[in-house]
């Protein structure tokens, strides 16, 4: 038995020697999941940074405009040869008809576009978008263009709305180890890096059982505040229950049905090995937590018993390029195998189209392998694209600085597919902007307001009343109009 000195010293001893993750918890009780806890999966991918979309979805014709003629006479050094963009040909701007390819690097999402997995929403941001990370991404956090000051994320309303009346429910995983504030609300989420990470902080002076009588004072302590406490302590006590309680069932999660996006991140061939280089390990973050969140999409193990997390968060940095972009060197000079094997040199932007390609890829087809992709959809975010020109002495030095606009890509099941109420409207959305037209700053204008596309996974995908999501994202008098992203 602990008694009360024990446990305030052991408490103590565990407060200055054991640093609980950063973790943002609230609990529900370990039985049946919560209304909010069931239903569609939605993956969110950040690309931190704001992405070269130029380089991503690049102009390959000219067609009734200029963009190809511009793009290449403004990037003489990063941009991508036209002779290397058929095989990653998608399809044409609706504006001028002009041809667009993927980055040759997205084989992987070159399939999906051709099986109607992949929406690529082009030129997408707001009006009067601000140059700055930290504003910008504030704005694509809380879809607060006008900057209201609003406190909540637009994911954080979006389960307070879902989740009403149910507060013990945990619906949402950020699998990094800070929690975005496109998640901030009152409803649970659980913040988190890694699996190993998730530890209850208690002493390691203390044997197994006086652990788990140490976390149940805890618990207890925790539900009190949560169950019987004054309303500034619930919170707190929702938090510290499910940190007493949760963190065992996501423990038990297995990644051993990942079999491709093991290959990729362990370069061996017991999936296929269609997305890896066999022999060299590519165990970057977002392989890495894409892994994870499959895990926590199977559930609780052994039996595949749903945890209740159905919206996640996932990342990949480095898309600040303002120098070492890099140039794209031709697959007929040396293969992508060859590239990845010696880290992509003077390829910097291309690694990590090769990077993303491939995460998503693989994590599509363990999907599809599990049966789990009919309710999952996929989206990208950026907080801006780069200027139309390259900067520097267009040479190895040349990259390219803040921007506006950007593509969006969605992933999600056909209508063939779906086992939700709604599939992915694959294909061309949006236009691409006029490369010969810039604004006043040298820069694209923008042809869609991401907030429209916000409100295709919203409305269309999680079910949100239309009202409602306008409500969610009608700062500065937006109005959503459907897309069919999602229909």
Aim: aromatic residues 8%; contains cysteine.
């Amino acid at each position: 038995m602990i008694d009360r000195r024990q446990f305030l010293k052991s408490t103590l001893a565990a407060s200055a020697a054991i640093s609980l993750p950063n973790i943002w918890l609230r609990a529900r009780q370990a039985s049946a999941l919560e209304v909010c806890e069931q239903g569609v999966n939605l993956v969110l991918i950040q690309l931190d940074g704001g992405n070269d979309g130029l380089n991503m979805v690049v102009p390959f014709t000219d067609g009734t405009g200029q963009n190809r003629s511009v793009y290449q006479a403004a990037r003489p050094y990063i941009a991508v040869p036209q002779s290397e963009l058929g095989l990653t040909q998608i399809g044409n701007d609706p504006l001028h008809n002009g041809q667009l390819a993927l980055h040759p690097h997205m084989d992987a999402l070159k399939g999906l576009y051709s099986s109607g997995n992949l929406a690529v929403v082009l030129s997408v941001q707001y009006n009067n978008p601000s140059l700055s990370h930290d504003v910008s991404k504030s704005i694509w956090y809380r879809a607060d263009p006008p900057l209201t000051g609003a406190g909540s994320g637009w994911i954080g309303r979006t389960l307070d709305s879902l989740c009403t009346s149910q507060p013990l429910a945990v619906p949402a995983v950020d699998a990094n180890s800070q929690l975005s504030p496109l998640f901030y609300g009152n409803t649970s989420v659980l913040a988190f890096g890694s699996i190993g990470s998730l530890n209850f902080p208690t002493s390691h002076f203390l044997s197994s059982a006086e652990r788990t009588e140490y976390k149940g004072h805890f618990t207890n302590i925790y539900s009190a505040a949560l169950n019987n406490g004054p309303n500034f302590l619930a919170p707190l006590g929702s938090a510290g229950y499910a940190a007493a309680s949760k963190i065992d069932d996501y423990k038990t999660i297995s990644q051993a049905q990942s079999l491709h996006l093991n290959d990729l991140i362990g370069g061996t061939t017991s999936g296929g090995g269609q997305f890896a280089v066999p022999g060299v390990r590519q165990s970057y973050s977002l392989a890495n937590q894409l892994r994870m969140i499959f895990g926590l999409m199977r559930g609780k193990q052994p039996g595949n018993v749903p945890l209740g997390c159905r919206i996640f968060r996932a990342s990949i940095g480095g898309f600040d390029s303002h120098g070492n972009q890099g140039n794209h060197v031709p697959l007929t000079t040396k293969t992508l195998a060859q590239k990845v094997t010696e880290g992509f040199q003077g390829e910097y932007h291309g690694q990590l189209m090769h990077r993303l390609d491939k995460a998503i890829g693989a994590f599509w087809q363990d999907l599809v392998d599990q049966n789990m992709h009919g309710n999952t959809v996929l989206m990208t975010f950026t907080e801006f694209g780069r200027r139309i020109d390259e900067n520097g002495t267009h040479d190895t030095d040349s990259g390219t600085d803040h921007g506006t606009a950007s593509p969006m890509f969605v992933i999600g099941p056909t209508a063939a597919q779906s086992t939700a109420a709604a599939h992915l409207g694959g294909g061309i959305h949006s236009a691409h902007a006029e490369l010969d037209h810039p604004n006043n700053d040298g820069n694209m204008v923008y042809q869609l307001d991401f907030r429209h596309v916000y409100g295709d996974i919203l409305n269309k995908w999680l079910g949100v009343p239309l009202s409602t999501t306008n409500s969610f994202l009608g700062a500065g008098g937006f109005t959503y109009s459907p897309q069919g992203i999602l229909v």
